[in-house]
């Protein structure tokens, strides 16, 4: 009578479960593809942040161009003292 023998059958196994075990951490894992794009994603909503930023810093820097020593836009000024100080002149009427 022969005794069974496990070995192939257990080096199988151990072999399956460890492709399982690396392909889930490959797919899920903190560097797997899920990760990679999630942070694709991540990126490609900073590029659209990133370019609000700059063009509200465009619009800062021609408004601060605007009232420097070597250009001085009168509207401009005008426009931010009433603003500051809440102030009209007489012949005007305020619409809230």
Do not use: C, H
């Not at 192939?8 to 593809?33: C, E, K, M, R």
């Not at 990679?36 to 161009?65: F, S, Y």
């Not at 603003?83 to 305020?94: A, F, K, P, Q």
């Amino acid at each position: 009578m022969s005794k069974p023998t496990f070995g192939p059958i257990l080096f199988f196994a151990i072999s399956f479960a460890l492709s399982l075990y690396f392909t889930f951490a490959a797919v899920q894992g903190d560097f797997g593809l899920f990760r990679r794009a999630e942070i694709l994603a991540e990126a490609d909503q900073m590029l659209i942040q990133l370019a609000k930023v700059r063009a509200d810093v465009a619009r800062m820097e021609n408004l601060t161009n605007r009232l420097s020593d070597d250009y001085l836009d009168l509207d401009l000024l005008d426009e931010q003292a009433r603003s500051v100080l809440g102030m009209v002149r007489t012949d005007e009427i305020v619409i809230r």
